[in-house]
DNA sequence: CTGTTAGCGCATTCAT
DNA sequence: ATGAATGCGCTAACAG
């Protein structure tokens, strides 16, 4: 029923193999053999059975994307731009020559779905396998990670980080894009103060994120700087230059199940017990939760009920940012007259939030196709193999002088 | 090097039979030699071959998702809801069981692209393929279409459509799920003209796609409904509740290169010869465009352009709404004050436009689940194969009577 | 440049 | 309930 590689073989008068030299083009083949076999393809409509191809040649097609959550455009973007490089531009005859299978796995932020895609594309014997996103900082995931990119690595499959730092044991086969979260978030938090803000409200992402911790790190980077709600030389505060640290100084291990908390502080401590000066104080500016819409929302009113005074909101990324603006407005407060909003990424939408959203742009797009690149091999590996992208402030009319 | 089934056979101490049926779990096994074997794949981190299973099943695991622009939450909230359906949650182990791997696939809207991954799907003997999105008026794709799914049918691919209309010709091997465009249109444009509205632009998606046209003949018939924009009975001026029509009225049957444009008007043609109440006025108050923020933008100046005395303005979707309410604001007027503006799909930020946009909601999420549940074979086809989801109207604050 | 020969690793008969 | 044998369709040496 199904036409195979020898049936195309029979009818262009020529062996299997050059059928199959003909479809890869990796080896010398007459000009008219060629023809008289792509003709019998074309006659006989004849489609490359994958998986034995596959098997014959120990490598496959495949190359996979992972992404924290599809739904986002942070990722959505990425992987978009990744896929154009891998997919190929396709020959317009839709008869598939040799691009590469660029497909998306969606992780949901689960460790485990992460792991488990990673063998299911162990077992493709994909090409190649881009990671973006955060990772996990959570000693138990990311040894089982290093262990599974080995092996991945050393069957031959291209490893490729995007926005996201690589594993501390990474072998020196993977290449790894990460965005400068840490200068971004100080360099907005640094606008923040030169427009006079000294009481900001911090909305993060999940505690258990390199991504989070990035930012939160600039962040505090700055206010340090500018002797914002530190004690004097705050050493012993964390360690914000320092390489990964596991847990952050407010021993947050554990992942978090409630939506919105800092693990730690009991309701209603307005002006609670920590004078301002001390890292307590700027605890209580932080509010921990996923990055979404709903957890921006819900972060917000709980930063103005902990702190009416604050002067400016920053939030983890856009779509957090949001969150916040609706919940800065349900309480009758204006933007930017009442209280400055910052998000971060520059996605779409941001431009278009009234009033237009201050935040750090990151090249989505760029970093994507660059690490599609990096993945196909059309692109070499930056020295050493992790490239640092930047990440540029983009001041919109969100934020503002504090008042008075 | 690497550890096949063989191995861990010898481990296990029983034959390659033995182990292949414990992994795939179809044929009994008694429980102490089961313990054995997978005792034996720990032991070794054995991990399947895909391309030889697939080979010798001849069928693999392979689920695909073909979406138009992942970058858009639109598809990504499909895509995201029909992964999850998909890939199994996972053991937890990262040991990857039965699980499906679902795959996304970005066609960026391209024709030969769709085509393309079909091939490579097809290439793989994928399980079932997901088509989303809205499908392409152009008879020859559309028989190229027919013809690849036909043969990915018969190879045993289960087809499933998500918010799409299937082929015409289309097996009763597939099942679909198409979203209520014309409807939602309908109401939507009701609603407006319920408020008091006689003139309304239309930002309309590129004209060669079937969400594009059922959406714009839901605004005509209600505009029709109402007495508004068209001569009298106004028969010959297409047939919005008939079967797919390859080319509109306005005869756009080559796709516009342009951004934006109706494809035939001159400009500068304010208060244009068509009196009120031909089509012609209503095409007039038409503007085409990619389903874009930019294009939305552009679009909306255009029609303002034409025809300042509009009050209200329908986008295509909420991405194109976002950039009409930016052009509508950049030229000074207020929403809803001066002008209405409205939506379509309510994505997550349309809430949090301001003022919050009103829209028509499509339960992307539900459907792309369901699409998922119908790829795997876990739910019943629809009877018919096909299955219609409401769109619900969602009045926000972004519309409301007009002036005077 | 082209044909011949062997497997690739697994699922699946058929036996037992 | 388990083992032995066969072939899925293709690529990769190796000849010629």
């Known amino acids: 029923m199904t036409v195979t590689l020898a049936d195309v073989a029979a009818r262009a008068r020529v062996s299997p193999a050059t059928v199959s030299r003909v479809l890869n083009g990796n080896y010398p083949v007459a000009a008219s053999t060629r023809e008289r076999v792509l003709r019998a393809v074309d006659d006989l409509d004849y489609v490359l059975n994958g998986p034995a191809s596959s098997l014959a040649a120990a490598t496959s097609d495949l190359v996979g994307i992972l992404v924290n959550d599809i739904a986002d455009p942070f990722f959505g973007i990425m992987a978009g731009a990744a896929q154009t490089q891998i997919g190929g531009p396709g020959d317009g005859s839709g008869r598939a020559g040799g691009e590469k299978l660029a497909v998306i796995c969606n992780t949901g932020g689960s460790p485990e779905r992460e792991l488990t895609y990673l063998t299911l594309l162990q077992r493709q014997r994909a090409a190649a396998v881009v990671l973006t996103g955060g990772a996990i900082e959570d000693p138990e995931h990311q040894a089982a990670m290093t262990a599974k990119l080995a092996k991945l690595a050393d069957a031959g499959t291209r490893i490729v980080f995007c926005g996201r730092p690589p594993l501390p044991e990474?072998?020196?086969?993977?290449?790894?894009?990460t965005f400068d979260n840490r200068g971004g978030g100080r360099r907005l938090t640094e606008h923040l103060i030169s427009l006079g803000h000294r009481r900001i409200g911090y909305v993060a992402g999940p505690p258990e994120r390199t991504t989070t911790r990035h930012r939160l790190e600039g962040h505090r980077e700055a206010l340090r700087a500018a002797g914002i709600g530190f004690a004097g030389g705050a050493e012993g505060a964390g360690t914000p230059e320092g390489p990964a640290v596991p847990?952050?100084?407010?021993?947050?291990?554990?992942?978090?199940?409630a939506?919105?908390?800092?693990?730690?502080?009991?309701?209603?401590?307005?002006?609670?017990?920590d004078g301002p000066g001390s890292l307590g104080e700027q605890e209580r500016l932080t509010v921990h939760g996923p990055y979404d819409r709903r957890s921006g929302y819900e972060a917000t009113l709980e930063l103005l009920r902990r702190a009416p005074d604050v002067t400016a909101i920053v939030a983890a990324n856009d779509t957090v940012a949001l969150g916040a603006c609706a919940a800065v407005r349900d309480q009758g407060m204006r933007i930017p007259q009442d209280i400055s909003v910052a998000g971060f990424d520059d996605l779409p939408f941001s431009v278009d939030a009234v009033?237009?959203?201050?935040?750090?742009?990151l090249p989505l797009f760029e970093a994507g196709a660059r690490a599609g690149r990096l993945a196909m091999g059309k692109e070499n590996p930056p020295p050493?193999?992790?490239?640092t992208i930047a990440a540029e402030l983009m001041i919109r009319g969100s934020t503002a002088p504090p008042r008075g």
Chains 1, 2 share one sequence.
Request: hydrophobic share 35%; glycine share 24%.
């Open 170 to 177: 990474g072998d020196a086969l993977v290449a790894a894009l």
């Open 384 to 387: 050493g193999g992790i490239a």
């Open 247 to 257: 847990d952050g100084p407010d021993g947050s291990g554990a992942p978090e199940p």
């Open 259 to 273: 939506a919105v908390s800092d693990g730690s502080e009991g309701p209603g401590g307005l002006h609670g017990p």
């Open 355 to 361: 009033p237009a959203l201050t935040t750090v742009r």
